[in-house]
C-alpha cells in the first residue's frame, strides 16, 4: 500500500492548561477548508484533562503529553520531530486563525522560495493591532528606547518606534526581523538548516532568536496582513505565575543579547545592557507586588 502524501502544513500547538482556547483553536484550524492540515498538539504536563479532550473531539490530531512543563522552546522542539508538512504552523492556544490565514500564509510560501517565515495580521480581540505581529530584532539602542519611553511618545518614527516597526504600513506586506511564534508559519527546508528552537529559552525570546537565525541563514521573514488571526491572551493564574513570566522574560532578552551582540560590545557597554534588562525587571516586579498590596488592602 502507498505512503500517503505528506501534508502541505503541519500546525503545532504548545499548550499548558490551556483546555477551552485549545479546543477553540483546533476549532478554527480544521475550519480551515482551503488547505489540508495536520495537527500535532504537545501537551505540557497540564492537569486540566487538555490531552483527553483534544483526543476525544479531534482524533485525526496527534497528541504528545510531556511529563513535565519543558517550556515553549523544548516542548515545540518536541513537536517538530513529529511534524511532516513542508511549512510549519506555530500556534498558541490562545489564538484562533480566520478561514483564510492558513491557506494565504501557506501560498505566500509557495511563491516566495526566500521566505523562511511568515506571519499575519495578528489582532486582539477589540480589533487593536498585536504589536508583537511585528519587530525589529532587540539591538541595545532599540531596548534603550523602549526604556525611557521614546519608542511610545515616537510610535511612527523609523529610529525611536523601530522596535514594533511602527514606521511600515500595517496594510502592506514588507520584510520583518521577527515575527511572533504566537502565529507563525515555517519553511521546514529552513528549519532543518538552522536547527530548531534553542533550548536555553524557557518561556519567551525563542521566536526572536529563530527569526535572526533564519536572516544569517539568508533567509527572509515576512508579514502578510492579508491572514488574520484572533489572539486572546489568556491571564496568568496566579501572582507566582505572573513573577515567574516577567523574570522568564527578562532572562530571555539577556540571553538573546549575550548570544547574538555582546561580543560587538565592550565589557562596560554590556553592563548597562545588563543592568538595563535587570533593572527593568526589578522595576516591574515593584510595581505587580504594589498593585498586589494595594488591592489586598483595599
Known amino acids: 500500500m502507498p505512503d500517503s502524501p505528506k501534508p502541505v502544513v503541519s500546525a503545532l500547538i504548545v499548550s499548558h492548561n490551556a483546555k477551552d482556547l485549545l479546543l477553540q483553536c483546533l476549532q478554527a484550524v480544521f475550519a480551515s477548508a482551503d488547505v489540508p492540515v495536520e495537527v500535532v498538539v504537545v501537551d505540557n504536563d497540564s492537569s486540566d484533562g487538555s490531552a483527553a479532550a483534544v483526543t476525544a473531539e479531534y482524533p485525526q490530531a496527534t497528541v504528545l503529553i510531556q511529563e513535565r ?160 488571526a484572533i489572539h486572546h491572551k489568556r491571564e496568568l493564574p496566579g501572582q507566582a505565575e505572573k513573577q515567574r513570566m516577567l523574570f522568564e522574560e527578562h532572562r530571555a532578552r539577556w540571553t538573546y543579547y549575550f548570544k547574538h551582540h555582546a561580543e560587538e560590545q565592550s565589557a562596560f557597554g554590556n553592563g548597562l545592557v545588563w543592568a538595563q534588562i535587570w533593572g527593568g525587571w526589578l522595576a516591574q516586579s515593584l510595581r505587580q507586588t504594589v498593585r498586589r498590596e494595594h488591592r489586598t488592602s483595599t
Not at 513537536?79 to 486563525?97: A, H, K, M, Q, S
Not at 526604556?147 to 500595517?170: A, C, Q, V
Request: net charge neutral; aromatic share 10%; glycine share 10%.
Open 69 to 228: 512543563d519543558l517550556g515553549f522552546g523544548r516542548a515545540a522542539n518536541v513537536g517538530l520531530e513529529r511534524c511532516t508538512g513542508r511549512f510549519i504552523l506555530l500556534l498558541n492556544p490562545d489564538v484562533t486563525v480566520d478561514l483564510q490565514c492558513i491557506g494565504r500564509l501557506a501560498d505566500f510560501m509557495l511563491t516566495r522560495p526566500d521566505a523562511g517565515a511568515v506571519g499575519p495580521r495578528l489582532l486582539n480581540p477589540d480589533g487593536t493591532p498585536d504589536p508583537d505581529a511585528r519587530r525589529a530584532f532587540p539591538l541595545p539602542s532599540t531596548m534603550f528606547y523602549r526604556t525611557i519611553g521614546l519608542s511610545k511618545l515616537f510610535p511612527k518614527s523609523p529610529r525611536f518606534g523601530r522596535h514594533n516597526m511602527g514606521h511600515m504600513d500595517e496594510s502592506d506586506v514588507h520584510e520583518i526581523d521577527a515575527a511572533s511564534a504566537d502565529c507563525l508559519m515555517l519553511r521546514r527546508a529552513a528549519l532543518d538548516r538552522v536547527g530548531f528552537f534553542d533550548p536555553r529559552y524557557f518561556m519567551y525570546g525563542e521566536d526572536i532568536d529563530l527569526c535572526y537565525r533564519l536572516k544569517l541563514g539568508g533567509w527572509k521573514v515576512f508579514y502578510l496582513p492579508s491572514a488574520g
